[in-house]
């Protein structure tokens, strides 16, 4: 589980993650630019990510692989063949 792949692969899952929850926030009830709480904002993407990375550890537990249904695993159904 401590290995370069997981924290790559946990990392870029938690990025995404963070983008997604902005993403919902900038998109819900902001009018202008001027007038989102970009506090919030990040506060909000930031508690995401964390999870996010919960999630991941709590996933690779068993097996090292960030992915609950061990999608990112190397040999998986998208190797080269």
Not at 26 to 38: A, K, R
Not at 42 to 70: F, H, Y
């Amino acid at each position: 589980m401590l290995t370069v792949s997981f924290w790559k692969a946990a990392f870029e899952r938690a990025v995404k993650t963070a983008a997604q929850a902005a993403i919902a926030l900038i998109g819900t009830g902001s009018v202008g630019f001027t007038d989102l709480n970009w506090l919030q904002i990040a506060s909000v993407s930031g508690v995401a990510g964390v999870v996010s990375i919960l999630t991941s550890l709590a996933s690779g537990a068993g097996d090292g692989n960030p992915s609950a249904n061990n999608a990112e695993s190397a040999g998986g159904r998208h190797a080269a063949r």
